[in-house]
């Protein structure tokens, strides 16, 4: 095996303090962005609610099926996403006591 030539370090070195130098800039950067972002307008339970109910009116039973969660947790979703303007509620048509739920324009954006 032949040896490589002894200036062929430089590259390699030079391609390391690079690379040190871009993920130090990469960092300033995150953490700059980091202050800049504010929260997300809905949680991840939220976005799963809006998600399930877009292009569809449901009941908050099948609702709670598909999220697989029990009805009081479901009726705190739909109050929230109610109070921001994301979400509607209104009585079945035949059922007065059956809650159908649909997505506001603001909602669906």
């Known amino acids: 095996m032949s040896q490589p030539p002894s200036g062929s370090h430089r590259p390699v070195m ?3 303090a690079e690379m040190s130098e871009l993920i130090e800039l990469l960092e300033v950067v ?11 307008p809905v949680s991840s339970a939220q976005a799963r609610v809006l998600f399930l109910v877009d292009g569809s009116e449901m009941n908050l039973r099948e609702l709670g099926r598909l999220l697989e969660a029990a009805p009081p947790s479901v009726t705190r979703l ?9 979400l509607e509620r209104h009585p079945g048509p035949d059922d007065r006591r059956e809650v159908l739920v649909h997505l506001t324009p603001a909602g669906r954006a």
């Open 14 to 16: 030079s391609a390391v």
């Open 78 to 86: 739909c109050d929230r996403l109610q109070a921001v303007g994301f």
């Open 30 to 40: 995150w953490e700059r962005g980091r202050d800049t972002v504010s929260e997300p």
